[in-house]
């Protein structure tokens, strides 16, 4: 199969589709592939690098599109994208497309295959969103914590505190793959952290992290409590292709402390704070009611080097097997369809 993958060109993401290594398993297999020149330079994979194991470095997006039917990228098409997908493409990345009803109508225009990294299920689990969701959690206690200084317009406390001062109290919403990872990292730094979540055997695991970790199921009442002394709060809410559910309206925001800092991780679906609206690494927050906003879309481009990687390991197996004719009899992918032949495929977008 011809395997094309263009540059990304969203707003400061570094990410590239699949690094050397990961292409030369697919080159190995007698496959072709395209990668648009530059695409793994801010990951650290420079040109060389890919045509080191094979690959076929084209001049310009278009090249790409034009010579491949299987299209592997990291973030969801941009405008720039659309004019060179066509019907016979299957692409294949983070869609989103419960966030971005434009697209989902102008990739029924086109007709083509799209398959959301997001919406692909085995066993239970979202094996190609987890690994980001974890850099993305991990990423959110460490810019919150940076957002709480002074001199970016924070309370200008130390998040894990030190002797003779107050922890920071920092709130997290949903204890999965991005909640789980941004609770282990503020414990691990001695902020006081309270995490939410519905199931049980997640609240345990989250209590048993350490004596500064307290585990509570969501009730209203109670987060209305907690938000209201929150130093920073992380939302990482997710229900498997749907619009993220609002778990904090505007008048709970309202009633946070001036300098307090909310990061909503979950904006790639919506988001889960009423108050948040998508946001670029070039223009990464706003004030609303005193409150911090941070909601940028793609929070793991920040590290493209570790999340490619990352990223390829957990791809490089659904890519060998959508390069195969017999590919349809993968459920796992058959179940990521998000759009087909100009129809919206996947219920959770219905």
């Known amino acids: 199969m011809h395997i094309g993958i263009p540059r990304e060109i969203k707003t400061l993401e ?39 194991v094979g690959v076929t470095v084209l001049p310009d997006a278009a090249s790409v599109y034009a010579k491949s039917e299987l299209i592997i990228k990291v973030k969801e098409p941009q ?17 989103h497309l419960a966030a971005y009803p434009e697209l989902t109508g102008a990739l029924q225009k086109i007709g083509l295959t799209a398959i959301g990294f997001e919406t692909v299920e085995v066993e239970g689990q979202l094996p ?17 914590s940076n957002l709480l200084h002074q001199p970016q317009g924070g309370k200008g406390i130390l998040l894990g505190g030190v ?14 793959a991005a ?32 004596h500064n970790v307290t585990a509570l199921y969501p009730y209203h009442e109670t987060l209305c409590e907690v938000l209201e002394q ?64 941070f909601a940028v879309t793609n929070m793991p481009g920040a590290v493209p080097r570790t999340a490619s990687q990352v990223l390829s390991t ?15 009899e993968n459920a796992a992918l058959c179940g990521g369809i998000n759009v087909q032949d100009g129809k919206i495929v996947h219920p959770a977008l219905g």
């Not at 405008?79 to 869609?95: E, I, Q």
């Not at 002797?163 to 999965?176: C, E, H, Q, Y």
């Open 14 to 52: 570094g990410r590239v589709g699949l690094i050397p290594a990961a292409c030369a398993e697919l080159v190995a297999l007698g496959h072709d592939v395209f990668i648009e020149s530059a695409a793994g330079i801010l990951s650290g994979y420079p040109d060389q690098n890919y045509q080191a």
């Open 79 to 95: 405008s720039t994208d659309l004019k060179y997908l066509r019907a016979d493409h299957l692409l294949f990345c983070f869609l």
């Open 128 to 144: 190609l969103l987890m690994p980001m969701s974890m850099i993305a959690g991990r990423l959110a206690t460490q810019i919150g």
């Open 179 to 210: 909640g789980s990872q941004a609770t282990r990292v503020a414990t691990a730094l001695g902020a006081n952290v309270i995490v939410f979540d519905k199931r049980w055997d997640r609240l345990a695991t989250m209590q048993a992290l350490g």
């Open 230 to 293: 929150a130093d920073l709060v992380i939302g990482a809410v997710l229900i498997p292709g749907k619009r993220a559910p609002i778990v904090v309206d505007e008048e709970m925001v309202s009633r946070m402390q001036s300098g307090s800092v909310i990061i909503d991780i979950s904006v790639d679906q919506g988001g889960c704070v009423a108050t948040t609206h998508p946001t670029t690494y070039a223009a990464p927050t706003y004030v609303y009611k005193g409150v911090t906003h």
């Open 163 to 176: 002797t003779a001062s107050a922890r920071g109290k920092l709130v997290v919403l949903g204890a999965g």
């Open 314 to 328: 957990a791809l490089l197996p659904f890519v060998m097997s959508l390069a195969q004719p017999n590919w349809v």
